[in-house]
């Protein structure tokens, strides 16, 4: 059920704010799909002409096999594409580097060997993790088996972290992020959780918070969590938003001090929060408010009064939203897609797309596409009322989520890489 607040005020703010970026954002950056959802961390492509329609036989400029078994998205930097992947065993964990035009392997290195992996669940990957670039360097992850930065000129690992101990119980999920001179990560297993932040140039930790919550639960299993925080600047002030199981909370960058912490209840959260016209936006994976709107101010718990909405409709555990002006679009597990109104939470439509849906889906040319796990991409109008606008299938099936290189489309299977050019 979906509990909208009908204030004018929540309103009146909202609509305002979207006007004003409007106005002020012609564009957004995407020169480089650097990070997990891209360089804007929403999953848009700002080029256009990006492909509506493909088949194993239109519109591939390449596909490329790829070794192993993950669900890591590609980055790109430049016109290299960087992506991981780990035995299916857990023993090897490595980094491949793809030329972009030609999808040939450039580099195929093993970053880290493994004797005793943990026990890893049939519907995750001992490299699930997404990495991220930069100019010179990338910064690989697969949980606690190990965290490092390589040279991306030659492949070099320049330094490496093996020492954080967290029992992630069902394998790695949580990707890194980079701001500035910091890389930080989420470690959220049965045992422990925490969050670190490293200097990307040299890994030496600068913080570690624990994080101090009340799951209301001895259960360790309620305590896990797959999210990946974003950086948010609201009312000029710098956030580090890290969701985790029942609660998420904003932490200083530079610093690690506790912001503010919001419950919602929820575990195994996977949805990466999405951050527009100066709401939060939370996925918690489950519960009576495994969505909701959030508005990142205050400090300490934040109280309902701080929350526009809540919703437990067909809301997704793996995937991460995508918005458009003021509609919120997502697809849950079950492959129920939505378009919510994003100032209130009600809902515009709802439509049964089949197959299980696990991969985020992008938003682009004013077209959300959503990738299911056996291997459809429906084509959906960014619009108030469902219109499927085209249906593709290629022979693997998406959990990984897609990036983008220009109007191009960089789409992942079980078994390869694939490039869609219009």
Known sequence: MCVASTSRRWRFQFNFLALVLTATATSVEAQHWNQFRGPQADGRIAASGVPLK????????????????????????????????????????????????????????????????????????????????????????????GTACIDTANGKKLWERRDFVCDDFRGPGSSPIVDDNLLFVNFDGIDVQYVVALDKHDGHTVWKRDREINYGTDNPDRKKAYGTPVLIEHQGRRQLVSPSAAETVAYAPDSGEVLWR??????????????????????????????????????????????????????????????????????????????LDAATGKPHWRERLGEEHWASPILADGRVYYLSK?????????????????????????????????????????????RIDP
Not at 65 to 88: D, E, F, Q
Not at 268 to 281: E, I, K, S, T, V
Not at 374 to 391: D, I, P
């Open 374 to 418: 056996e291997g459809k991409t429906t084509v959906v109008a960014a619009e108030k009322e469902y219109r499927k606008l085209a249906e593709n299938r290629l022979d693997g099936g998406f959990v990984a989520s897609p990036a983008a290189i220009g109007s191009s489309l960089l789409l992942r299977t079980a078994t390869h890489l694939y």
């Open 54 to 145: 493909w088949s194993e036989q239109e519109h591939v400029a390449w596909k490329t096999k790829v070794h192993g078994r993950a669900w890591s998205s590609p980055v790109v930097w430049g016109n290299t594409i960087y992506l991981t992947t780990a035995t299916t065993d857990g023993k090897q964990l490595s980094v491949l580097f793809l030329d972009a035009d030609t999808g040939k392997v450039l580099r195929d290195d093993v970053v880290f060997e493994v004797a005793e992996p943990r026990y890893c669940h049939p519907t995750n990957t001992y490299a699930s993790p997404t990495p991220v670039v930069e100019e010179g360097r990338l910064y690989v992850h697969f949980g606690a088996y």
């Open 262 to 339: 919001v419950h919602h209840g929820g575990m195994n959260a996977a949805a990466r929060p999405l951050f527009r016209n100066g709401m939060l936006f939370i996925a918690a994976g489950d519960g009576d408010r495994s969505l909701i709107a959030v508005r990142p101010e205050g400090s300490g718990q934040l109280g309902d009064d701080q929350i526009a909405w809540t919703s437990a409709q067909s809301v997704p555990k793996r995937s991460s939203q995508v918005m458009l002006d003021d509609m919120l679009f997502m697809v849950d597990d079950k492959g129920i897609a939505s378009c």
